[in-house]
């Protein structure tokens, strides 16, 4: 009897621990899913922030990169502004001087024995020099960055008008082989060294120093230029002996013509 009072004892006890352990178990799958749910929870709230701070970082980035963008623009404009500031500056202390040089006129007065005749008229205030006056076939403007493309290289030398000085007033001079109608344009340096080019519209351009004339000539294929002689004045004694002659020439003739007449 005992015995079996024991072994129903062991039985009960059997079911005991193995229902707590059962529940044991139920309890700690539940614990285990609960964390699972939680460690996943994390995982995906540390997915999302990862993504919102890359998303973030390359906002930022593309904003940094549009303000770098924007300076450079800007460093560039300030440039450009800063250079054009410069060129006004420079052409408004130019103003006097071009305004000056604008006095040096040259024009064709006719074509004579193949030399095209011209009249310099200097009313700069200054007396110039290194006045060169060339004939250019345009039909347009010509202007200083437009002079070479008249003049290539190995093309027809240009024909041309040279004296190293030139007083002020008027001067008389000729162009060997150009023609009546021809454009002129001139170039010349005034009393501080600048040199100047004269457009055939009228127009003034800044050559710049000597080195810059000396380029252009060389560009022009005029290395070496050769003054040209300014003509002949007659002497008040020519004049008369001229005058006395066409005087006897028309007595002359008036006195044959009446003879022929009687």
Request: aromatic letters at 6%.
């Given at each position: ?59 930022v980035k593309k ?170 004045k007659k002497t ?27």
């Amino acid at each position: 009897m005992k015995e079996k009072n024991w072994l129903t004892w062991l039985t009960v006890l059997a079911l005991v621990v193995g229902f707590a352990a059962m529940g044991a178990s139920v309890w700690l799958s539940a614990q285990a899913a609960k964390q699972t749910q939680r460690n996943s929870q994390l995982a995906g709230q540390l997915y999302q922030d990862s993504r919102t701070s890359s998303s973030e970082a390359s906002s930022v980035k593309k904003r940094l990169d549009k303000l770098a963008s924007d300076n450079s623009s800007l460093r560039k404009k300030n440039s450009r502004l800063a250079k054009e500031n410069q060129a006004l500056k420079e052409a408004n202390q130019d103003l006097p001087a071009a305004s000056a040089a604008a006095g040096l006129n040259v024009w064709e007065t006719e074509e004579k024995s193949g030399k095209l005749q011209l009249e310099i008229d200097n009313q700069t205030g200054q007396a110039v020099s290194d006045l060169l006056v060339l004939a250019v076939a345009a039909s347009g403007r010509v202007t200083l960055s437009s002079l070479i493309s008249y003049f290539p290289v190995g093309g027809a030398k240009p024909r041309y008008f040279y004296r190293k000085e030139v007083a002020i007033g008027k001067t008389e001079g000729s162009l060997t082989g150009a023609y009546a109608g021809s454009d002129l344009v001139s170039l010349f340096a005034d009393a501080s060294g600048v040199y100047w080019f004269k457009g055939n519209r009228g127009q003034i351009e800044k050559i710049g120093s000597q080195a810059h004339f000396k380029k252009l000539l060389r560009q022009i294929s005029l290395n070496k230029l050769e003054e040209s002689p300014l003509p002949v004045k007659k002497t008040k004694t020519e004049k008369k002996k001229k005058q006395t002659s066409k005087k006897t020439t028309k007595k002359a003739e008036k006195q044959s013509s009446k003879k022929k007449v009687e």
